[in-house]
C-alpha cells in the first residue's frame, strides 16, 4: 500500500471515530459563542461551565460500564441525591467525624447499586424497570427523612469544596470529575474486570462458556456505580451548599445522553470513557451556549432530545449493519 492511500485510509478512519466527531463539534461551536456573545469565555463562565460538566459527568462514567454490559441505570440521579441528604443530615444532626458522614453517604449508595443488581441479575427483571422502581422508591426516602426540606448545615469543608479551584482556574469539582473518569478509563482498559464488561455486554451466555463470573460482575458492576453516585451527591451538596429534596433529579438523563452521544451502544458491548468525557461537555456546552445566545429554555431542552434521539439512532443503523 502506498504512503498516499495509507495516509488516506488513516485520515478516513479518524474523522469516522465518534471522539474526532465530537471534538471537531466542540471545538466549533466553542469558538463560534466565544465569538459571538459577549460573556461565554470569561473565567467565570468557563469556570461555571465545568463545575456543570463535573456531576453530569460522573454519572456519565457510571452509565458507560453499565451500558457496556447491556444495562442502563434510571436510579442514578436519585441515589446521588439520597447520598448528598444523608451526608447533609448527618452533618448536620449528629456531630459525627467528618470523614466517617463521607463514608456513610458513598456506603449508602453503594448498597443501592448493589440493590439494583440484585433485582436486575437474581429476579431477572429489566434493568429499565428496576433502577426505574429504585429511583421512585429512593425518592420516597429522601422526602421521608428529610421532611420534603431544604436541608443546610454541611460542613464548612463540603462549603469550601464547591467555591475552590486549583491554581485559581480549574474548580475542585472538576477534578473530581477527571480523577474518577481516569480510573475508570484504566480498569476499562487494562483489567480483567474491565475486559469482561465487554464480553458480558457481547453476550451473557458468551460470557459463561469464557468462564466469566457473571452474577459477582453484575453485582460488582452496580455497586461501583452505586460508589460513582455516593461521590456525586458529596460533588452535589459542594456544588448547592446544601441538600434539596429534589436533589439530583435530571442527572440520570442528562447521564445517559452523555454517555450514548459518546459511542456507548444500549445493546451493549461498546463505549469509552474519552467519549463520555466529551459526550458530557458537549450536552452542558450545547446549554450553556445556548443561554449566552438568549435561547429559550424549552427549545434546548428540545434540541438535547433530539440529540439524544439521533445518538441512539445512529447506534441503532451500526448494530443492524454488523449484524
Not at 64 to 73: A, H, L, Q, S
Not at 142 to 156: P, W
Not at 198 to 217: E, Q, T
Request: with cysteine; aromatic share 8%.
Amino acid at each position: 500500500m502506498s504512503e498516499t492511500k495509507f495516509a488516506k485510509n488513516s485520515f478516513k478512519n479518524l474523522i469516522q471515530q465518534t471522539e474526532f466527531t465530537l471534538g471537531a463539534i466542540i471545538v466549533l461551536l466553542f469558538v463560534i459563542t466565544s465569538i459571538f456573545t459577549e460573556n461565554f469565555f470569561t473565567m467565570y463562565n468557563i469556570s461555571n461551565l465545568m463545575k456543570q460538566c463535573a456531576i453530569t459527568g460522573v454519572l456519565a462514567v457510571a452509565q458507560t460500564f453499565i451500558i457496556i454490559t447491556g444495562g442502563i441505570d434510571i436510579s442514578g440521579g436519585a441515589i446521588t441525591g439520597l447520598s448528598c441528604m444523608v451526608l447533609a443530615l448527618l452533618q448536620r444532626d449528629t456531630g459525627m467525624n467528618f470523614w466517617l458522614t463521607l463514608i456513610i453517604a458513598i456506603l449508602v449508595s453503594v448498597a443501592a447499586g448493589l440493590i439494583n443488581g440484585v433485582i436486575v441479575y437474581d429476579f431477572k427483571v429489566p434493568a429499565m424497570i428496576a433502577t426505574l422502581g429504585m429511583s421512585t422508591i429512593i425518592r420516597g426516602i429522601i422526602k421521608i427523612i428529610s421532611n420534603a426540606l431544604t436541608v443546610s448545615g454541611l460542613d464548612q469543608r463540603i462549603l469550601n469544596m464547591g467555591n475552590s479551584s486549583i491554581f485559581k482556574v480549574i474548580p475542585t469539582l472538576a477534578i473530581i470529575w477527571l480523577v474518577v473518569a481516569a480510573v475508570i478509563f484504566l480498569v476499562l482498559k487494562y483489567t480483567t474486570f474491565g475486559r469482561n464488561l465487554y464480553v458480558i455486554g457481547s453476550g451473557i451466555n458468551v460470557a459463561k462458556l469464557s468462564g466469566i463470573k457473571v452474577r459477582k460482575m453484575f453485582l460488582n458492576v452496580y455497586a461501583l456505580a452505586g460508589l460513582l453516585y455516593g461521590i456525586a451527591g458529596i460533588m452535589l451538596a459542594a456544588r448547592v451548599q446544601s441538600a434539596l429534596p429534589t436533589g439530583g433529579e435530571g442527572y440520570d438523563m442528562n447521564a445517559i445522553a452523555a454517555a450514548v452521544i459518546g459511542g456507548a451502544s444500549l445493546s451493549g458491548g461498546r463505549g469509552a470513557i474519552a467519549g463520555t468525557l466529551l459526550g458530557t461537555i458537549l450536552m452542558v456546552l450545547i446549554n450553556n451556549a445556548g443561554v449566552q445566545f438568549g435561547l429559550n429554555t424549552h427549545i434546548l431542552e428540545i434540541t438535547s432530545g433530539v440529540l439524544i434521539v439521533f445518538a441512539v439512532t445512529m447506534d441503532m443503523i451500526k448494530n443492524r449493519k454488523k449484524a
